[in-house]
């Protein structure tokens, strides 16, 4: 999506908690605990993939995404579903989207990425942003004397 910002990726921790459940300082009822509400999510908004579930390998795991943000208001918490989201991020300013995993089969659930969309996202897209000004700035004198020193 055009409008994605400030992902942060969870998959370090998955990795984590699945090292922590085959070594058995992890039992397999602690990580496999998926609340009704977030399996009717999955059934009815989530997305499909082709991943195998890491725990019981038999079923395919789907994302759900929720959203949160100020501008939502009752909205917000809610899953939806992808397709919906381009929606709102031409509609909103800015919104929070998590991405959780989960299997039907055996509840197994992990938070996978989260990451922040709306119209705010445009605005920094298209102009260089102060993170890129600062990049691109402090690379500039370093680049300069890479020239002069060639020459």
């Known amino acids: 999506m ?7 990726d969870y998959s370090l921790q998955k990795r984590a908690v699945l090292r922590e459940l085959l070594a058995g ?29 890491p725990i019981c390998r038999s079923e395919n795991l789907t994302h759900v995404h929720y959203i949160y943000g100020d501008e939502l208001k009752q909205s917000a918490g809610q899953a939806r579903t ?6 709102l991020a031409m509609t909103l300013r800015e919104f929070q989207v998590f991405v959780v995993e989960v299997c039907l089969g055996c509840d197994w659930n992990h938070l996978v990425e989260q990451y922040l969309l709306g119209r705010d996202g445009l605005a920094a897209g298209t102009e260089s942003g102060p993170e890129q000004g600062a990049v691109a700035s402090a690379a500039g004198p370093a680049h300069r004397r890479r020239r002069e020193a060639q020459q």
């Open 2 to 8: 055009r409008t994605q910002r400030q992902v942060v």
């Open 25 to 53: 300082r992890v039992g397999t009822y602690d990580v496999c605990d998926a609340s009704p509400y977030l399996k009717n999510a999955a059934r009815f908004h989530g997305e499909p993939t082709d991943q195998r579930c």
């Open 82 to 87: 992808l397709a919906e989201l381009p929606v």
